[in-house]
């Protein structure tokens, strides 16, 4: 439908006079918000572009994991029995002497196997675990691979992992991740803005070709996305290096971080346990009486049981079901009675606990299996799409001869300070709160100072010349 205003034969043209509408009081915000999200996207869009491809990479993981691995994650015949825990256990440990048992993870499904995980074996990473594989029916050990974190991440799934946290360069490396988060709500929120200020202008793009259209396709599919972009930002920080020792900081002093099961032995022969390991995992009262004992008080599959640190430390017995509706109740076990000494419910965590743990699990496509997965995959999609876009347009705003040239300088002159003075204030808390965000925008900031300081001295001293 058209927007311009019906008219009729009996009404006179408006007179040459008549004065434009006046602009939104919001007016003077767009062009320094463009400024903003046109150095924003082309300095940052590399990190953003690393982040969205081995995202991409990542979430198709799972499901490649699954066929690249079947042979050590399923059984080749279902029996009818189960062996004892404590016997897949040792079976895992006459083939795998090596390190100390870390964890057991009872098989969750009729064709699927246990893992145990061991720690301290030459030749795996110190960060992973060696899981072996455990058919819990006739105790045959189907192979071993590392694994990282409680997400049991097998190598494939763990490279990707580790490239697109980290490129793989350890803790130094984690600082480009925290980059792209720390300013891809910026730039979407920013990009929402100048869309909407220009909505009924860019209806108009349709047909169109050239820039307008590039503008086109960027602005719909970068709208659609926004709220992706703006859950994936939030997210990521939540477990980034500095922005989220803040946030963590944060949950803590309101009361919000999350509870952990208390893993102290409790009874006066609380050391008797774990002074009768057998090296295999097995403290006092066995794995066998723990695991029902976890049963008992409505822990289902699947399960993580953990042998104790040392001789005052309990059994702890973990659900790790984080697909939706998740499963993450706790128990501590004494090692030597096998009584509970502490229970800990997913429904008692704080508020904020309980979103960080739903947010992650929504990030790393957990929470929905493969439907979390398939839309992480799009939304990285669109990410990419948005990049090259982005590329293109400055491109192309030099018709193909340079790259085009850069937004004009001077935009928070035209913002009121009733705006402007509160609108610092904010920039100022929020990056203190994300840092990486708020050392980069300074840094913006002073270059682009100088380099205008640079160019206005080069305009006087060409007048005075002339």
């Known amino acids: 439908m058209s927007t311009a205003p019906s008219t009729t034969t009996d009404e006179a043209p408006p007179p040459a006079t008549t004065p434009a509408p006046s602009p939104s009081r919001w007016a003077p915000l767009r062009p320094l918000v463009l400024r903003l999200h046109f150095y924003a996207g082309a300095l940052v869009a590399p990190f953003l572009l690393v982040a969205a491809v081995t995202g991409f990479l990542y979430a198709g993981s799972f499901q490649a994991e699954k066929l690249v691995y079947a042979d050590e994650l399923t059984v080749a015949r279902v029996g009818d029995t189960e062996l004892p825990i404590s016997d897949q256990v040792a079976a895992a440990r006459k083939a795998h002497p090596e390190g100390m048992v870390s964890a057991i993870r009872p098989a969750t499904e009729a064709d699927a196997t246990t893992r145990v995980l061991l720690s301290g074996v030459k030749g795996v990473d110190p960060d992973h675990s060696l899981a072996v594989f455990v058919d819990p029916y006739t105790g045959e050990v189907r192979g ?21 946290r980290d490129l793989h360069l350890g803790e130094t490396g984690r600082l480009y991740s925290e980059l792209a988060a720390s300013w891809l709500w910026v730039i979407a929120g920013g990009g ?3 869309w909407f200020s220009r909505r009924r202008a860019l209806r108009k793009v349709r047909g169109t070709s050239g820039r307008r259209r590039t503008l086109g396709l960027h602005g719909t599919i970068g709208v659609w996305a926004a ?10 920080l939540t477990w980034s290096t500095y922005a989220g020792a803040n946030i963590d900081e944060l949950r803590t002093s309101l009361g919000q971080a999350t509870p952990s099961v208390s893993a102290t032995a409790g009874g006066e022969h609380a050391g008797h346990g774990a002074a009768a390991s057998t090296g295999a995992g097995e403290h006092g009262v066995g794995l066998d009486k723990v695991l029902a004992a976890a049963r008992a008080e409505g822990l289902g599959n699947p399960v993580e049981i953990v042998p104790p640190a040392d001789a005052d430390s309990a059994y702890v017995v973990s659900q790790i079901q984080r697909s939706w509706p998740e499963k993450q109740d706790s128990v501590a076990v004494d090692p030597a009675s096998g009584e509970v000494t502490d229970v800990l419910r997913f429904d008692d965590y704080p508020l904020l606990a309980k979103l960080t743990r739903w947010g992650i699990d929504l990030h790393t496509g957990n929470l929905f299996g493969l439907v979390n997965q398939i839309a992480l995959m799009l939304l990285a999609l669109a990410l990419i799409l948005l990049i090259v876009w982005g590329y293109r347009m400055w491109w192309q705003r030099g018709r193909g001869s340079a790259f085009g040239r850069p937004i ?22 929020v990056g203190y709160f994300v840092p990486l965000l708020g050392i980069t925008l300074t840094a913006f900031v002073v270059v682009d100072v100088v380099l205008g300081e640079i160019a206005h001295r080069r305009a006087r001293s060409s007048t005075a010349a002339g």
Request: net charge negative; hydrophobic share 55%.
């Open 144 to 164: 071993a691979l590392e694994q990282y974190g409680s997400s049991g991440a097998l190598p494939l799934r763990t490279w990707i992992d580790e490239f697109h």
């Open 192 to 194: 929402l803005v100048l």
């Open 227 to 236: 709220a992706g972009f703006l859950f994936l930002s939030a997210t990521g």
């Open 408 to 429: 004009p300088r001077g935009a928070w002159q035209q913002v009121p300070p009733l705006f402007l003075v509160p609108a610092v204030a904010v920039v100022a808390v």
